[in-house]
């Protein structure tokens, strides 16, 4: 009998230390989608995917698998956003294809300041803004396609 109600104690407090379901807060959950580069200007056009990374569950911070098209190469990676607004963009790799000297050097730029962000912020369910640190401190700002 001992043994019994041992057991359903241990069930119980198991059950108990799991976690509920994960909600993403608002300001994340508007992060998901694809995204196309409006500042700086370009022209050449530059997308940014953003989708859940349904492996790694949010917990503290919430981790996406980014990919996207710049001027020339294609990219991918991973970004992990927080509730406070706090991004980083990780292991962001690109294919290596040649093009314009002028097409090379925006996405050498692009890439550099993906790479250094470090916060984000929705201006409404359309616009997006990620703030970078270095070289130099700036922004890109993206509208969202869908």
């Known amino acids: 009998m001992k043994s019994l109600i041992l057991l359903s104690?241990?069930?119980l407090l198991i059950g108990a230390c799991q976690r509920g379901e994960h909600v993403?807060?608002?300001?994340?959950?508007?992060?998901?989608g694809t995204w196309q580069l409006r500042e700086p200007a370009s022209p050449y056009p530059?997308?940014?995917?953003?989708?859940?990374?349904?492996?790694?569950?949010?917990?503290?911070?919430t981790p996406f698998i980014t990919s996207g098209k710049s001027a020339i190469n294609t990219y991918n990676g991973r970004m992990s956003a927080a509730l406070?607004?706090?991004m980083i963009v990780t292991r962001l790799s690109t294919t290596e294809m040649a093009g314009s000297a002028d097409a090379m050097q925006f996405e050498d730029?692009?890439?550099?300041?993906?790479?250094?962000?470090?916060?984000f912020d929705i201006t409404s369910t359309n616009r997006?803004?990620?703030?970078?640190?270095?070289?130099?401190?700036g922004v890109l700002e993206f509208d969202k396609t869908q």
């Open 9 to 11: 104690l241990t069930w």
């Open 24 to 32: 993403l807060p608002e300001n994340v959950a508007q992060l998901v």
């Open 84 to 86: 406070d607004g706090m």
């Open 128 to 137: 997006l803004r990620l703030y970078f640190g270095t070289p130099q401190p």
């Open 46 to 61: 530059v997308t940014l995917q953003l989708a859940l990374d349904t492996a790694n569950p949010p917990d503290d911070v």
């Open 109 to 119: 730029v692009y890439f550099k300041n993906l790479k250094s962000v470090v916060r």
